[in-house]
């Protein structure tokens, strides 16, 4: 199968967008992310920075854009690694000065290592320097050094910048919309992930490992083209999926009790997030079922809210109402519903908030509030919504059947026209369906388990 990409020309267009909302007298610099060392001589997976990505498509570390609006011999700049062929043996490929032209756009392309000879005579006389500072301190003082030599051929009549903007404000407001190019990726990454997630449902089985059913995961997101995770998978039993971001993933799956898995791949750099929780047996106990079908419910509700001209936080507060009254009429809460609501007598069982942004990254940018209202959505926001509820083990006043039970359900959500798209609905969540998946998949092992062997 051959794999869904962006066009060269949306990484032109994006930024051309952005030098548009830079002023001609200005100079954008923007850093790829850094290769980080895991263990002695071993580093982490390299993966470029999102916002480094979304601008220049360039996958290569030690990389350096810079955008200067106006200039007569070409506004793209990359600064990257040279080609060099005894190290491309040990270590893979490299663009080098061409392909960053060839391959990738740029108007311009020099050695990373003429850096700081080069970019100081760019900043030299302009206005405004558009930078994120703080986003990766070791190269903070690197250009706070390109400034300072400006600064001192002042008596030869050069002038410094004046001013430091914010550019991932303005590069993340513009990654809020996703494009119809980004919207296919993100699909993929959906579809991928849905099939691992009924993968790990088929598969699950009281004395297997959780570690087991997260290979099972990785698996299938490699099988269907996705090289990562967009984040560590949680595979949580019992217990453990109260731990809101368990990751350890070590221990066995027991008869009776839940799974908690929260998993997504990345495709191209766009993140899935889902999160379902099941019985390890294939069958939820009361207790299970009566927190299970109000969280879904929860869910349904918050999903409701989400199309254009609602607020943000209209789901958070749908799915807030409806766990509040189902936790009065399951005797976990006692009250008025309204004014448990406003003191958030919920919390001990739901202390996180209904979704978040998705896009290239999982936990994605784009700010919540503007001029210090809730955002209202937009046709091409993406987001999740994903309602829990959490009764820690021996929590007091809560009756033993309901300790250690942990549930969330997660789905990925865009705002479209006229109301929204949930791009993961492929996955089972009602009890009844996921139930008969399981117990289809069980009969057709336990089937294979009788069959004649060969020979």
């Known amino acids: 199968m051959i794999g869904l990409t962006l066009e060269r020309k949306e990484f032109a267009r994006r930024r051309k967008s952005l030098m548009r909302q830079m002023d001609e007298n200005s100079v954008a610099i923007l850093f790829t992310a850094p290769v980080r060392m895991r263990n002695r001589d071993v580093e982490y997976a390299f993966r470029p920075d999102s916002d480094f990505y979304y601008l220049t498509g360039f996958p290569e570390p030690e990389a350096v854009m810079v955008l200067v609006p106006g200039r007569p011999e070409g506004e793209y700049l990359l600064f990257v690694r040279e080609r060099d062929l005894a190290k491309e043996v040990w270590n893979g490929r490299r663009a080098g000065l061409e392909g960053a032209c060839a391959d990738y756009g740029a108007d311009d392309a020099f050695p990373i290592g003429d850096i700081d000879d080069i970019v100081p005579g760019l900043i030299e006389n302009r206005d405004r320097v558009f930078y994120a500072m703080g986003v990766y301190p070791e190269v903070d003082q690197q250009v706070m050094g390109w400034v300072s030599r400006v600064r001192s051929r002042a008596r030869a009549g050069v ?14 407001e513009m990654r809020l919309i996703k494009s119809a190019g980004e919207l296919r990726l993100m699909r993929r990454a959906a579809e991928v992930t849905a099939a691992a997630h009924l993968r790990a449902m088929q598969v699950a089985r009281p004395g297997m490992t ?11 997101f490699m099988s269907g083209g996705c090289r990562a995770s967009a984040y560590a998978p949680i595979v949580g039993s019992g217990e453990n999926g109260v731990i809101l971001h368990y990751t350890e993933n070590r221990d066995p799956l027991r008869d009776g009790d839940l799974l908690l898995i929260d998993a997504g791949a990345e495709y191209e750099y766009y993140a899935a997030d889902i999160t379902r929780t ?6 939820f106990t009361s207790p299970q079922r009566g927190l299970y079908e109000l969280v879904l419910e929860a869910q349904e509700a918050a999903i409701a809210k989400v199309r254009p001209g609602n607020h943000w936080n209209e789901p958070h507060e749908a799915a807030v109402a409806v766990i509040t009254r189902g936790l009065v009429d399951l005797g976990l809460l006692k009250g008025r519903v309204p004014r448990l609501v406003k003191e958030e007598a919920y919390k001990p069982f739901y202390m996180h908030r209904t979704g978040h942004w998705l896009g290239m990254d999982v936990h994605d940018v ?22 829990g509820l959490y009764v820690a083990p021996g929590a007091r006043g809560v009756p033993r059947r309901w300790w250690g039970i942990g549930i969330r359900i997660e789905d990925d959500v865009l705002v479209t026209r006229d109301g929204c798209e949930v791009l993961t609905r492929a996955v089972p969540k009602t ?24 020979g």
């Open 159 to 172: 002038s410094v910048p004046g001013e430091f903007v914010a550019l991932d404000q303005l590069v993340h």
């Open 210 to 220: 959780e570690y087991q059913v997260e290979a099972e995961l990785v698996h299938a």
């Open 278 to 283: 099941f019985p390890v047996n294939g069958r």
């Open 366 to 387: 784009g700010d919540y509030k503007v001029d210090g209202e809730w955002r209202v959505l937009e046709p091409g926001m993406t987001m999740t919504v994903e309602p």
């Open 431 to 454: 009890v009844a369906d996921i139930e008969a998946v399981m117990a289809s998949a069980g009969a057709v092992a336990s089937e294979r388990k009788h069959l004649p062997r060969e």
